[in-house]
């Protein structure tokens, strides 16, 4: 589906399911030079388990227009403008990686029914070299990310698909990315600094999902930010890497489901 703000068209999955506004939304924010795709097991499931559901491909990603904002705070400015057309009351918010930062922030801004954060951090650097190849949109900046970001037990299978391979599919997914979109992106991860200090404005029930293996975002510094937040709670799928909504579509299906059953 397509919705126009400021006159660029922005593009959004339901997930199978005509928009109901009579159900709560449930609103998907996909990382770094990614797109709504890698939502595409977790919307279908929730758009049939009653909810109105909306991944959004973000601004200069997938079917959006851009230009994509250079912070995590634009983008939270953008996805206030997306928000507020549809008028819903009940929202969910779930952000993976990068559109973990952008949930953190928009929390902070705004009531949310429910929070849910895949691989987020309470820093996200960006190691040098991969934010130089980005830059230069070289391949290398695509080959690192999928590196890190699949775990090895998932590098040679694992895929909730028959015959699909995890760490091809995140290959070419980056490789669809508009020049420049991915540095922008990473440059916005590595400035945002107040993740911890958002979270302290953050009021509703948080869910933080993290993949054991997460070479991306360490599990090391979720602590710290889930400490920030009034009423948090913690996830740890085993064996998991970074691109967790693919390497265990299950389990986050799963526990995401019984956080919301017992936010509610």
Known sequence: MEITIDDRRVHFTTGGKEPDPDLPLMVFVHGAGNDQTVWQLQTRYFAHHGYWVCAVDLPGHGGSDGPPPDSVAGYADWLELLLDPLGADDVTLVGHSMGSLIAIEFA??????????????????????????????????YELITGWSVSRRAQVGGHATPGAWLSGGQLRLLERSQPGVLASDLAACANY??????????????????????????PASV?????????????TLPGVGHSIMSEAPDAVIDTIDRFLIDAH
């Open 223 to 235: 602590p710290a930010l889930t400490a920030g937040f009034a009423n948090a709670t913690t996830v």
């Open 108 to 141: 902070s801004r705004r009531p949310l029914t429910a929070l849910c954060l895949l691989g987020p951090s309470s820093a996200m650097a960006v190691h040098p070299d991969l934010l130089a190849a980005a830059k230069a949109d070289d391949h290398l900046a």
């Open 193 to 218: 600094d107040r993740a911890i200090e958002a979270a302290r404005h953050v009021k509703a029930p948080t869910l933080l999902l993290v993949g054991e293996r997460d070479l991306m975002t360490r």
